[in-house]
Structures are given as C-alpha cells and as structure tokens.
C-alpha cells in the first residue's frame, strides 16, 4: 500500500471556480501534510504545510487534515490561469516526503 | 527560502554510461535530499545526503548504482551509474533545515535525463 495516495485527475475548470484536491495516507503517525505546486519543467515548490488537524489557510489556498478519516484537502479558491500547474500532496515523517502522485489542474480563461 | 541550481538541467545519454548531476545551494544547509520523479509517477527518495558522512539509501536504492558526495554544506552531488533506459527521469535535490523548521523542504529545477 502506497503511504500516500492522490486524486489522479486531470481537472480542468473555468477561470473564477473551485478547485477542491483530495489525498489519503496511510500511517496514522503522520503529523505534517504539505501540498506542493509543480509547474511544467519546474522543480516542485512550497505551497503550505499543516501540522495535526485542521485548516490553514493562506490567501485564496486552503489546506485541511482530517486525521480520524486519513484524508488531506487543498481547496484554491477563484481559481486564475496562473493556477494551472500538477498540486503534489506529500507527508513529512522524520525529515522524509512521501509524495502523492499529483493532480494536474488546468484553469481556462 | 534558498535558491538552488542543478547542473546539468537536460542530459542524453547512452546505456551503460554514468552521469553526475551537481546541486548547489546559495546558503548552507543541514540537509540534503535527492530525489526522482519518473513519469507519470510520484516524487520517490533516493538518499539523505550527509555532510562527512555517507549517504543514507532508500529501500530499493543502492550506493553502487548512485553514489552521492556531499562534500559541505552548500554542495551534493548524485551519479547515476552504468544507466539503462529505466533510468529515463527527473532527478531532483531539495533542502531542508535552513530556518527553525525542518520541515520545509525546497526543491532544484530538476534534471532532466535520457538514456538511449
């Protein structure tokens, strides 16, 4: 069983919409949920990350961890063309990433 | 958050070749990591590269296959050795411990290889 499992996607929505991105994992040890951007030929960059259960939120980005259900969300809300990028869900475990295997959203004009 | 550089950024090879790819880091850090992410697939770890000491491989990964130095603070390097077409992919540093958390980890551009 994969440590981290990912909403495969692709998603493709208008300009204005909610994206919503959906993980789950597998070892109720985990305490740090990150969610990584991965532009074309880009290395993956920082978004967010949570600690335990919870919302975060930073600008139009939302990250939520249900630790009872395993599941970790990342809700981008009115969406641009900017935002069109792979969203990597990973797990952080004693300075390791486990990595989701990305959803790749596109947000048309 | 640092800047990090990879070298080489794209790279063709032909099997049974090696190839080295350079990481370097505009400040210094604790920690360095490298992964590969082939395509299709999730980021996987190859190795934490220490600072003095030898790299600590991940299940699946050996040290004859990728040898890594890590000669300083600011400095890896990953070889992927005797490469096969499997060895197709991108293969990425990142960084970790620069601020009071270790928990963000910054990721290089990546490296792009193919093997022929």
């Known amino acids: 069983q994969k440590e981290v499992e990912q909403d495969p996607g692709p998603l493709s929505v208008p300009e204005g919409a909610i994206v919503s991105l959906n993980c789950t994992y597998s070892?109720?040890?985990?305490?740090?949920f990150m969610w990584y951007r991965q532009y074309s030929r880009k290395g993956p960059e920082l978004l967010m990350y949570t600690y335990s259960s919870g919302n975060k939120e930073d600008g139009r980005f939302t990250a939520q961890v249900d630790k009872s259900s395993k599941y970790i969300s990342l809700f981008i809300r009115d969406s641009q063309p900017s935002d069109s990028a792979t969203y990597l869900c990973a797990t952080l475990n004693d300075y390791k990433l486990s990595f989701g295997a990305g959803t790749t959203v596109t947000v048309r004009a | 958050s640092a800047v990090i550089s990879q070298k080489p950024s794209r790279d063709i090879c032909q099997r049974g070749t090696s190839l080295t790819i350079q990481c370097q880091v505009d400040?210094?850090?604790?920690?360095m990591f490298w992964y590969r992410q082939q395509p299709g697939q999730s980021l996987t770890l190859i190795a934490t590269?220490?600072?003095?000491?030898?790299?600590?491989?991940e299940s699946g990964f050996v040290i004859d296959k990728f040898p890594i130095s890590r000669p300083n603070l600011t400095f890896s390097t990953l070889t992927v050795s005797n490469m096969s077409p499997e060895d197709s992919s991108i293969y990425l540093c990142?960084?970790?411990?620069?601020?009071?958390?270790?928990?963000?980890?910054?990721f290089g551009p990546g490296t792009r290889l193919t093997v022929l």
């Open positions: 400040s210094q850090v604790t920690m």
């Open positions: 070892n109720s040890a985990f305490q740090y």
């Open positions: 590269a220490n600072q003095g000491s030898e790299a600590t491989y």
């Open positions: 990142s960084v970790g411990g620069q601020t009071s958390s270790y928990n963000e980890q910054f």
